[in-house]
């Protein structure tokens, strides 16, 4: 373990620039790409074209078992599964699609919208699919500034 450690950290030390950053590749998982077709919605500002790429690049992300992920090579997840899906019928894709067919059966599979983590079911509460009631709610005096916490 240790030498994964030093050998992970030489190769960083490597790679970063005189300056003190590094220029690399950022690949993101579905959920951005899902969040972005949602808000896109919410706000009524549909770019028809970005949004054609924005559903190829979801539907390439698809693993086999009908799912989306959250990191590379991960299993499917429900939060990850579930926006894409939602996603995708937002951008017209029918639900009668044997790719969203796949995607409702392993969202089911791993729970659902009962599964899904509270930040999510905001997404899903804003777009008017979600009651705000069952949303969980956080009183401010839980929340402390005072000593950096939040």
Request: hydrophobic share 40%; proline share 10%.
């Given at each position: 373990m240790e030498n994964?450690?030093?050998r992970s950290q030489n190769?960083?030390?490597?790679e970063q620039k005189p300056e003190g950053y590094w220029v690399g590749e950022l690949m993101v998982d579905s959920t951005i790409v899902s969040d972005t077709i949602a808000y896109h919605h919410w706000n009524g500002k549909v770019d028809r074209q970005w949004q054609r790429k924005a559903v190829n690049h979801l539907f390439s992300m698809q693993?086999?078992?009908?799912?989306?992920?959250?990191?590379?090579?991960?299993p499917s997840e429900v939060n990850a599964t579930i926006k894409a899906y939602l996603a995708l019928k937002l951008a017209g894709?029918?639900?009668?699609?044997?790719r969203?067919?796949?995607a409702r059966a392993v969202g089911l599979s791993l729970?659902?919208?009962?599964?899904?983590?509270?930040f999510s079911k905001?997404?899903?509460a804003l777009l008017g699919l979600y009651s705000w009631n069952t949303c969980r709610r956080f009183p401010a005096r839980s929340f402390s500034l005072a000593n950096g916490s939040a």
């Open positions: 994964a450690i030093r190769y960083l030390l490597r693993l086999p078992d009908g799912g989306w992920n959250i990191y590379h090579g991960g894709i029918p639900a009668t699609d044997p969203m067919l796949r729970g659902g919208v009962p599964r899904m983590n509270t905001l997404y899903l």
